[in-house]
C-alpha cells in the first residue's frame, strides 16, 4: 500500500463492482461491493478463494494486516466506512490485535 500511495495512488479511493456470475444450475447472481482500502487489508472485497503463493504463518499474516491497517488509519481513511452490507473493516477484522487497534483510532466523522 505504502508503494502504490508512492507513486501517486489515492488512498481514499472507494472501489465500487458490480459483479454477475454464474450460481448454481439456476442462473446468475449479482454481486455488488463498495470497498476501501482499509477494507482490503483486513480481506473484505473481491474473491473469496485468494491465496498467498507461499502460506505465510498466521503470526506473519497478523503482523502485516495490522502493520496495513496502520498505514490506511494514518493515510485518513475513514474506519467508519461501511460496505454494501453495512459492515466496517472491524466488523470484518480476524485478529484481536487489529480489532483493538481500528476501536481505539475510530475516525471522527
Known amino acids: 500500500m505504502r508503494l502504490l500511495v508512492?507513486?501517486?495512488a489515492d488512498p481514499l479511493f472507494v472501489h465500487h463492482a458490480d459483479y454477475i456470475g454464474a450460481e448454481g444450475t439456476f442462473g446468475t447472481v449479482q454481486r455488488m461491493e463498495k470497498t476501501t482500502a482499509l477494507m482490503a487489508?483486513?480481506?473484505m472485497g473481491g474473491p473469496r478463494r485468494?491465496?498467498?503463493y507461499i502460506d505465510p504463518s498466521p503470526s506473519e499474516v497478523e503482523a502485516?494486516?495490522?502493520e496495513a491497517v496502520k498505514l490506511a488509519v494514518e493515510l485518513g481513511?475513514?474506519?467508519k466506512a461501511e460496505d454494501?452490507?453495512?459492515r466496517t473493516a472491524a466488523d470484518a477484522?480476524?485478529?484481536e490485535s487489529?480489532?483493538?487497534?481500528l476501536v481505539t483510532n475510530r475516525s471522527r466523522r
Not at 487489529?98 to 487497534?101: K, P
Open 6 to 8: 508512492n507513486h501517486g
Open 41 to 43: 487489508a483486513v480481506g
Open 50 to 52: 485468494m491465496r498467498a
Open 64 to 66: 502485516l494486516t495490522l
Open 77 to 79: 481513511i475513514d474506519t
Open 84 to 86: 454494501q452490507e453495512g
Open 93 to 95: 477484522a480476524r485478529y
Open 98 to 101: 487489529v480489532v483493538e487497534y
